[in-house]
């Protein structure tokens, strides 16, 4: 059974080394300078700005509740994901 466990721990750290660099690689946003961004956005629709603006507000809301209850408030994992997608 231990030798089973310690084959598991060792897998999963494997793959927390291989999937932690690429999370952080996929979720890291752009760095462009403001006029090349404003150029970007002429080339989108006012619906993908739109839903861009909703998206980057409700994180200003769930990062002002963090810090206005700091312990109290949990984001849940749900939340989590659609703000790091979204973004």
């Not at 994180?59 to 949990?74: C, I, M, N, S, Y």
């Amino acid at each position: 059974m231990s030798r089973v466990l310690r084959l598991l721990l060792r897998l999963k750290g494997f793959f927390l080394d291989v999937l932690h660099p690429r999370c952080v690689r996929w979720t890291r946003p752009l760095t462009l300078s403001l006029p090349l961004g404003t150029l970007r956005d002429l080339g989108r629709s006012k619906s993908e700005l739109t839903a861009e603006n909703v998206l980057l507000r409700q994180q200003l809301v769930l990062l002002a509740r963090f810090v206005r209850t700091w312990k109290k408030t949990h984001i849940t994992r749900s939340t989590r994901h659609t703000v790091v997608l979204a973004s």
